[in-house]
């Protein structure tokens, strides 16, 4: 069976016995037409199910589209899945729709994914910047009057607004409990790549709370990975240490799962866990998983603040929004270090 074909400005010209000009005019409000005329024109719209191109008519009149363009790195994670729930709350108000897309945190596929979105004539663009990304050609667009926002990272090579979570001051916040509750080997788990903004900002954190208990730095405690898999093998590779930590603070929320579910297939009962991050469920494990919790929500509706200011022409320098984290107490990081009858950990 064929596919029905979609109607066209011309089948609805057809249905009134009009121009297809004078359809085009009544739906763009863009000229003279009677009143009668426009009823005509809007029951065949509605009849024959017609639905404008707006992103033909705006570039063909020179404006942008009613759309904002967003760049995530993972669509599947949940963290970004609340950031444009922020977004999309915010930018819903002023009539404008969010479009979304993954670049895999690659620089080249996050280039071509702005460029589509530069194509549509977007009126915002909104980007998690990839590690290596040169930002630089958006200057002329961000000169031109686009509201350019960075989320959760810097970008590079653009000076424009951005809002990030307070990494360093949560880690820290973080790494302190456990050193509260007697711990001093704590493993790191960090992300991947190490440049990663984020990462750097987290372990500074760590470093830092480390460094205010005279605690030494010891690079066997930092691990890496991707995927929750590999935060696994990197949680396990720790516990096999001779001198393996207490506890763990997990640099992000897929890095939290990994160590939850090695912990688990392990029957480690006593390692202390706070992770930066929430996750789903977190009250139901056992223990309950303390998090650095971020609000990504609020991180969404700060950005689309920012950018809605830049639309109504705020042309102020560009500043950094730093959204506060806190520390949720649920039981895993307040676990205390145990000591053996010889004295050992």
């Not at 759309?67 to 963290?79: E, I």
């Not at 990994?258 to 688990?264: N, P, T, Y």
């Not at 139901?284 to 990504?296: G, H, I, K, R």
């Not at 102020?316 to 205390?336: D, N």
Request: no cysteine.
């Amino acid at each position: 069976m064929a596919a029905k074909r979609r109607p066209t400005l011309a089948d609805v010209a057809r249905e009134v016995g009009v121009s297809a000009k004078t359809v085009s005019r009544v739906l763009n409000e863009d000229g003279p037409a009677s009143a009668a005329t426009k009823e005509q024109v809007l029951a065949a719209v509605a009849k024959l199910g017609f639905q404008p191109n707006l992103m033909a008519r705006n570039i063909r009149v020179g404006g942008p589209d009613t759309t904002v363009g967003l760049v995530v790195p993972d669509l599947s994670n949940p963290f970004f899945g609340a950031v444009a729930r922020g977004i999309e709350d915010a930018v819903r108000e002023r009539g404008l729709t969010l479009l979304m897309g993954s670049s895999a945190d690659d620089p080249d596929r996050e280039r071509a994914l702005t460029d589509k979105f530069l194509g549509r004539r977007i009126s915002i663009l909104m980007v998690v910047p990839s590690v290596g990304a040169d930002h630089s050609p958006l200057k002329g667009h961000r000169s031109g009057g686009l509201p350019v926002v960075f989320l959760d990272r810097p970008g590079t090579g653009l000076a424009t607004d951005s809002v990030v979570s307070s990494n360093r001051e949560g880690s820290h916040e973080g790494v302190a409990h456990l050193i509260a509750h007697g711990h001093r080997r704590i493993g790191f788990v960090g992300d991947l790549p190490t440049k990663l903004y984020t990462r750097r900002e987290r372990l500074a954190g760590y470093r830092s709370a480390l460094q205010e208990a005279d605690i030494p730095y010891d690079r066997s405690l930092v691990v890496s990975a991707h995927d929750q898999q590999g935060a696994g093998a990197a949680t396990s590779g720790l516990l096999d240490l001779a001198d393996p930590p207490t506890a763990l603070f997990a640099g992000n929320n897929i890095m939290a799962l990994g160590i939850v579910a090695e912990l688990a297939r392990s029957k480690r009962k006593d390692v202390a866990v706070v992770a930066f991050d929430d996750v789903s469920l977190a009250e139901v494990l056992e223990p309950a998983l303390t998090v650095v919790a971020q609000d990504p929500e609020e991180i969404g509706r700060s950005a689309a603040a920012t950018a809605l200011a830049r639309l109504d022409g705020d042309r102020s320098r560009a500043r950094t929004v730093t959204v506060p984290t806190r520390l949720i107490v649920r039981g895993s990081g307040e676990l205390p270090m145990r000591v053996t009858e010889a004295g050992r950990r």
